[in-house]
């Protein structure tokens, strides 16, 4: 009888990916995107470091979502309720249904935008066509079908580093302004800033990173709240390393998205970027005809990706207030109507993802305490590396809004 050959590394290391990877991808949605186009083509690689930096921020952060997940098995709203009065927490959680509103109208915008590019038919059908069956989807596929598409759609991603690669960068200036920081001057840096780390170290991931830790249970066949409280030691190293991974790739792909609008855009004097149809058509004389295709592939594939992440997080978020599948289909509609306002789409995420880094540190100290509270967690609370990590992003993330104030 023949032994049965356990799974090498690059199977046990592709079966671990799930949440963390999904996470992270999404957060390089069309708004994203836009951002560090904007950060690219205004300051050009200036503002490089953060990519590295906030590698680590990120993952910190995700992974103290998730491990509140994983052992108190609630979500992060449950979660938020039984140490501060849901007032507070449903203040926030409306804030992020309104943050989150704006995103999709932009994410929708970016990839009708890109769509049209790509076909001549007027962008109004594809949003509308877009948000119709991104909604569906997420209403009716089951989660399991919904995480292994996501999955896929991530590969997307990678037509930003091509792109780069392309363009025929100076390497010796972008390893310099990697890891030599230099801090932003004026209230655009600063604001730029704080826009980076809002749109990275975004608040509807905390949520979405939570929840999707229960849905991971659920699937597992763990349904009741008992059966999924408590998590292995395996289990979270587990999930560690699909949130490192998540993280990174995250990360790598805002590194590459800056390179390349600091080398096509801002070094060719083009600051003013008002849409990302207009950042790809920015690229088309400058770059080629190859790197606009990569450019609008990649709007549509992480469009994709994101917007079930953004209705999702915000759906869990209310879920104890309202049905989830209604504020799925609310948001999305408004969404879609946002769209036909005529509200510039890029303007509206860029101070979005500002309003993101305001609002971020004080949705970080609740977590913090949640995280520590043995009763909630089981007895299983993050580790004191974890909330130095996650600590240290909070005050630094405060300190960038204070200084875009200030300076």
């Known amino acids: ?39 690219g083509a205004q300051l050009g690689t200036s503002l490089l470091w953060t990519a590295v930096l906030t590698w680590p921020l990120m993952a910190a952060v995700q992974m103290m979502c998730a491990r509140i997940g994983m052992c108190s098995g609630y979500g992060l709203a449950h979660a938020l309720r039984r140490k501060f009065p849901t007032w507070i927490v449903a203040t926030a ?6 943050a ?30 877009f948000g119709i069956a991104i909604s569906a989807a997420t209403v009716w596929l089951p989660y399991a079908k919904i995480a292994n598409t996501l999955k ?44 980076i780390l809002g749109t990275t170290i975004s608040p509807y991931l905390y949520f979405w990173q939570a929840s999707q830790e229960v849905e991971e249970e659920k699937v597992l066949g763990r349904v009741t709240t008992i059966a999924r409280r408590g998590a292995t030691d395996l289990e979270i190293i587990t999930r560690r390393l699909d949130v490192l991974t998540g993280a990174f790739f995250s990360n790598l792909v805002m590194f590459f998205i800056i390179i390349t609008t600091a080398v096509t855009l801002h070094s060719h004097g083009v600051t003013n970027i008002e849409t990302t149809r207009q950042a790809a058509e920015a690229l088309r004389p400058l770059a080629g005809a190859g790197c606009f295709l990569l450019f609008t592939a990649g709007v549509i594939g992480t469009g994709l990706l994101a917007i079930p992440t953004l209705s999702g997080s915000a759906a869990y978020a209310l879920a104890e207030t309202f049905a989830f599948y209604a504020v799925v289909l609310l948001s999305t509609a408004m969404a879609i109507a946002l769209d036909f306002a005529h509200v510039n789409p890029v303007k509206a995420l860029y101070w979005t993802a500002i309003i993101n880094g305001l609002l971020a540190p004080f949705l970080l100290v609740g977590i913090l305490i949640v995280s520590n509270d043995r009763d909630i967690m089981h007895n299983q609370p993050s580790s004191r590396w974890s909330q130095m990590v996650v600590g240290f992003t909070t005050v630094a993330m405060f300190a960038a809004g204070i200084a875009m104030f200030v300076f």
Do not use: C
Request: charged fraction near 15%.
């Open 100 to 129: 989150n509103i704006i995103n999709i109208g932009a994410d929708l915008s970016g990839m009708a935008d890109a769509a049209q590019m790509l076909t001549g038919f007027d962008s109004r059908i594809y949003v509308v066509m």
């Open 93 to 98: 959680a409306l804030a992020l249904l309104a």
């Open 1 to 39: 009888m023949s032994r049965l050959r356990k799974p090498n590394f690059i199977s046990r290391f592709f079966g671990a990916l799930g949440p963390g990877l999904i996470t992270g991808a999404a957060d390089d949605d069309p708004s994203g995107i836009a951002t560090y186009s904007i950060a």
């Open 152 to 195: 896929w759609l991530a590969l997307f991603l990678f037509s930003y580093v091509l792109t780069a690669i392309v363009v025929r960068p100076n390497w010796f200036a972008i390893v310099r302004d990697t890891f030599v920081p230099m801090l932003p001057h004026g209230k655009e840096g600063w604001s730029t800033l704080v826009a």
